[in-house]
C-alpha cells in the first residue's frame, strides 16, 4: 500500500460531513494562501535546512512549491482513487483523532456558511488524523478561546493546541491516482499517479509576516463560517495564542521537517513561528 499526507497550516475549519470533510480557509487580510511540498536541501541531513533557490523561496516536487489559490473564492477537490471509504464519525472517534488537541464544535448547533470561505477543499474521511508544532502560549497556559461564545455549541474545548494538523490516508493501493484541482484551472493543479510509497501535499492559510508586527494578532476568520441560534456569530479568539515548537528533525510519518515549518520562516528562515488555531465542526 501507499500513503498520501495532507499537511494543513494555519487557521482553518474542518467540518466533517456524511462521506467527505470539507477544509474551509477563512478570508483574513493578512494571510496567504498557498500550496506545494517543500523539501530538503540534503534528505539526509534534516539539519541542513530547506531548499531555497533564487528568490529565497523553497522548491517542491514539481519545482515550484509556492503556488497560491486563485485571488477569488475557490473550490478544489482532493481525490484518491481506489481508497477504502472511511465512514462513520471521524471527529468523535478517538482512535483516529484526539479530543483534546482541537476546539470540537457541535454540528448539530451550528450552521456552515461555507459560501463565505476564501478557499474550499472537499477531502475524503483520512484514516488518522496527527498533530505536529504544539502552540506555547506566553502566560503556560491557553488563554480564553470561547473568548463569550456561548459553550453549548462547543463539544471540547483544547487541553493543547497545534500549528498543523495532518490528514493521513494510509491504505492508497499502489498506482491509484492522486489528484488536486480547483474550479479556477491554472498550471498549479497537481496530480500524482504511480506506485510511489508516499505523496504529500502541503496547503496553507496563514500570514507571511513577522507576526511581531502584527501586536494582538488578527480577527479569527473562523467566526465568519458558523453561525447559530438564527444569526449569531461566534466569537472564538483563535489568532497568535501564541509561538509553535519547532518542528522535529524527524517526524515520522514519511513526514520531512521542512513539510512543517510556516510559511514565514520558510521566506525568512527566522525563528518567529507565531500561530493561529484551527478548529473543526462535527456532524450533526
Do not use: W
Given at each position: 500500500m501507499s500513503e498520501f499526507n495532507l499537511i494543513c497550516h494555519g487557521m482553518m475549519l474542518f467540518q466533517e460531513r456524511a462521506s467527505d470533510f470539507l477544509i474551509l480557509m477563512p478570508e483574513i487580510k493578512e494571510h496567504s494562501f498557498k500550496y506545494g511540498t517543500p523539501l530538503p536541501v540534503n534528505?539526509?541531513?534534516?539539519?541542513?535546512?530547506?531548499?531555497?533557490?533564487?528568490?529565497g523561496k523553497p522548491v517542491d516536487i514539481l519545482a515550484n512549491f509556492e503556488i497560491t489559490f486563485p485571488p477569488v473564492p475557490v473550490d478544489?477537490?482532493?481525490?484518491?482513487?481506489?481508497i477504502p471509504?472511511?465512514?462513520?464519525?471521524?471527529?468523535?472517534?478517538?482512535?483516529?483523532?484526539?479530543?483534546?488537541n482541537?476546539?470540537?464544535?457541535?454540528?448539530?448547533?451550528?450552521?456552515?456558511?461555507?459560501?463565505?470561505?476564501?478557499?474550499?477543499?472537499?477531502?475524503?474521511?483520512?484514516?488518522?488524523?496527527?498533530?505536529?508544532?504544539?502552540?506555547?502560549?506566553p502566560t503556560g497556559t491557553i488563554p480564553d478561546i470561547l473568548h463569550g461564545t456561548?459553550?453549548?455549541?462547543?463539544?471540547?474545548?483544547?487541553?493543547?493546541?497545534?500549528?498543523v494538523v495532518v490528514f493521513r490516508y494510509i491504505h492508497v493501493p499502489p498506482g491509484s491516482s492522486i489528484t488536486f484541482q480547483g474550479n479556477v484551472i491554472h498550471t498549479g493543479d497537481l496530480q500524482f499517479t504511480g506506485g510511489a510509497p508516499l505523496h504529500t501535499l502541503c496547503i496553507y492559510s496563514q500570514t507571511e509576516l513577522d507576526e511581531t508586527a502584527?501586536?494582538?494578532?488578527?480577527?479569527?476568520?473562523?467566526?465568519?463560517l458558523i453561525h447559530y441560534n438564527g444569526n449569531v456569530h461566534p466569537t472564538f479568539d483563535l489568532s497568535m495564542i501564541g509561538v509553535s515548537d519547532d518542528p522535529p528533525l524527524n517526524p515520522g510519518f514519511g513526514i520531512d521537517r521542512c513539510q512543517l515549518v510556516n510559511l514565514f520562516k520558510l521566506h525568512s528562515l527566522d525563528n518567529i513561528q507565531g500561530s493561529c488555531a484551527p478548529a473543526a465542526v462535527t456532524l450533526p
Open positions: 534528505p539526509t541531513d534534516p539539519s541542513k535546512g530547506c531548499q531555497a533557490p533564487a528568490g478544489y477537490t482532493l481525490t484518491l482513487t481506489d471509504p472511511q465512514t462513520g464519525n471521524v471527529l468523535r472517534n478517538p482512535a483516529i483523532v484526539s479530543p483534546a482541537l476546539l470540537m464544535i457541535d454540528g448539530s448547533k451550528v450552521e456552515v456558511i461555507a459560501q463565505l470561505k476564501r478557499v474550499s477543499i472537499s477531502v475524503p474521511k483520512p484514516d488518522q488524523i496527527v498533530f505536529f508544532k504544539k502552540v506555547q502560549p456561548d459553550p453549548s455549541i462547543v463539544l471540547q474545548v483544547p487541553t493543547q493546541v497545534y500549528d502584527l501586536p494582538g494578532g488578527h480577527r479569527t476568520g473562523i467566526n465568519d
